[in-house]
């Protein structure tokens, strides 16, 4: 795939690691700044690769206010991480299934969120839209089972509390990272100033709760069972 886009033209920009840049599809390479990643499960390189990104996104379209956004992230992070997200994992004693959801911009993270619960916690999670788990999914949630919904404070909050709320009448254990009124459980959450750079402050806040989780369940998170740093793609 990549060797084809770039003998079409296509020019490719690398978000990497310096140690990790393909030199021979070299063309733009942007250092995210990352530091080492000591753990198998990677998260400051997922978070550093979506802010150079939205970074890039910021210059190239000249949009002053995600910029803005984007310098007052450091601040926005230090404070996420104090955020308390145990009473989730409380209502997740027991359980070895979960649906995690978001919609535009947070399902991103939403899919992150269930990737690390499989790598860290040994949890069997997927991910939805917000609008998607309606059509199906929906089906198998019943008294107890536990739903992350990861709202921004951007267009589609509204729609994600109104699926928290059909989901919480299910009898479902619903917890909802918004400040709207709801029937599922209010978790804590960091606004910023910008919808794209909201999900990444529930990122980080679930990165620091998922640590202490799969400790609770007498798991390292930073050596998962049979996964190694280095993959290799046959």
Known sequence: GVRKAVEAGIRLIQLRAPNMFSPEYRDLAIDILAGQERSVAATKTFVSSAVAGLAMIGHWTQ???????????PKALAATIRCDWSPFGAAMKGENSLFVLGRGPSLAIANEVALKFKETSAMHAESYSAAEVMHGPKAIVGKDFPVLVLAARDAAEDSIVQAADR????????FLTSAKPSKATALPFIATSHPLTDPLTLLVSFYAFVEDFARSRGLNPDEPPHLRKVTETI
């Open 167 to 174: 989901l919480a009448e299910q009898e479902a254990a619903v």
């Open 63 to 73: 949009n002053k206010e995600l910029l803005a956004a984007i310098d007052e992230l």
